[in-house]
């Protein structure tokens, strides 16, 4: 392999103009996409959840998010964002914070490992991502795992390439609060030790310091490790010995995860390896394109066997593949949300791929893949999420008479959806359909 030392010193440099104009024009365009409608659709369960909870008080609200396996650093920062009869946007836009935030550290890592032209490519897919989108426009803790998680490695990177006490410490730090955030940091620091070793450079990354870093974190690995387990049921929350099926689904899910990467949404289940229709064609479109990109043009392939890329690429397998694995040995769902962190780091190797092509042949294969991307984004823009719990208490407020009672299936959605949006509180009853 490469050394990763042959990184475009010369395009590190200082940021010039031209190069913060774009970027601005590309952080304009991510808010922007991330404001459009974003009270189009009504609150749908986990915002709700996630609202509910911070009327508790401090201790309560503590109790409920670690009973329900959540680490409790989103849940403190919310209440601190929050505000007494908090509207659906502003406590939407406490992710559309951190999705922004993602973004712009999309372009740091990029312009770190790659330099100038890849980091506004990179910045510039991770504004229109359809599967960043989404988690910057829910009330979810979600949206700020995958910034803290591209901190973190970030970090990480500048450390190894550059030591100094102060981003050790910032790294430290940072992957503490990731801890904090999520109960599958621990995948996380692991997928992150191989990648130090590929991106350490002679000298300056100081093994050392490295060791010292893991070693105070050691602590943190077994609260999440705690934390995970809580966050499973207890009827599912046992290994057991695979099928050939089974097996195969989980392969399935574990294939279908770059995919659903780039152009996924919400809605993906990778189990069955399922996209969206339109989804399914602009990743395959993309792909192809960046295949044939590769194999037409020599300093593309010599661009797969560098340090920096085989880092990513095994940091990248490491946050997808991690956590489906653990999902799927504790009987739970393999949904994109608990490897959505992954989305900056393959963004920015396509990012790299388009860069290195002459700037002409960049030029056309970025713009078709951020069209791509864009489409998708705007499509699911256009879809309700969930149940239209606004307009349903909308008509129940109306139609409602004294002594009136309501029923619902199901019941925990509709409780605190009734308790959000309805005027007048009804009694409640019903139960869960199987």
Excluded at 22 to 31: E, F, I
Excluded at 349 to 367: E, W
Aim: net charge positive; hydrophobic share 55%; aromatic share 12%.
């Amino acid at each position: 392999m490469q050394p990763a030392a042959e990184t475009g010193a010369r395009e590190r440099g200082g940021a010039g103009g031209k190069e913060m104009v774009l970027l601005s024009a590309v952080m304009l365009a991510a808010l922007a996409l991330r404001l459009f409608r974003l009270t189009g659709s009504s609150l749908y369960f986990d915002e709700l959840y996630n609202i509910m909870v911070n009327r508790l008080p401090l201790a309560d609200l503590l109790r409920e998010a670690l009973a329900a396996g959540h680490p409790p650093f989103y849940y403190l920062l919310a209440r601190a964002w929050y505000l007494p009869g908090t509207s659906a946007f502003w406590a939407r836009s406490l992710s559309v914070l951190a999705g922004m935030v993602t973004v712009l550290l999309t372009w740091a890592l990029a312009r770190e490992l790659f330099g100038r032209r890849a980091a506004l490519w990179a910045a510039a897919m991770a504004a229109v991502s359809p599967f960043l989108l989404w988690y910057s426009r829910a009330v979810i803790y979600y949206a700020w795992v995958a910034p803290l998680a591209l901190l973190s490695f970030y970090l990480l990177v500048l450390a190894a390439r550059r030591d100094g006490a102060a981003r050790w410490a910032g790294y430290a730090l940072t992957t503490l609060l990731v801890f904090a955030t999520y109960f599958y940091a621990a995948v996380m620091l692991a997928a992150q030790w191989p990648a130090y070793w590929l991106l350490r450079e002679r000298g300056r990354g100081r093994v050392a310091s490295w060791l010292a870093v893991q070693a105070l974190l050691l602590p943190a690995v077994a609260v999440s490790y705690w934390f995970s387990r809580l966050a499973v049921s207890e009827d599912v929350a046992h290994a057991h010995l695979p099928s050939l099926a089974k097996l195969r689904e989980l392969a399935l899910g574990i294939g279908a995860a770059p995919a659903v990467l780039v152009g996924g949404e919400q809605v993906d289940r990778t189990a069955g390896g399922r996209l969206p229709a339109q989804a399914l064609l602009v990743v395959t479109a993309a792909m192809a394109l960046m295949v044939l990109m590769v194999l037409l043009l020599p300093r593309l392939r010599r661009l797969f066997f560098t340090c920096r890329m085989a880092a990513l690429g095994l940091y990248a397998a490491g946050l997808t593949a991690g956590p489906l694995v653990l999902q799927y040995y504790s009987g739970g769902s393999m949904l994109g949300r608990y490897y959505f962190w992954a989305a900056p780091v393959v963004l920015v190797m396509l990012a790299a791929v388009i860069a290195a092509a002459p700037r002409r042949v960049a030029a056309v294969a970025g713009l078709l893949v951020l069209a791509g991307l864009l489409g998708l984004s705007l499509l699911s823009l256009q879809r309700l999420v969930d149940s239209d719990w606004r307009a349903l208490m909308r008509t129940v407020d109306a139609e409602s008479r004294p002594g009136d009672e309501l029923l619902c299936f199901n019941l925990h959605g509709c409780s605190i959806a009734a308790d959000y949006y309805l005027e007048s509180p009804l009694p409640l009853a019903g139960g869960f359909l199987d």
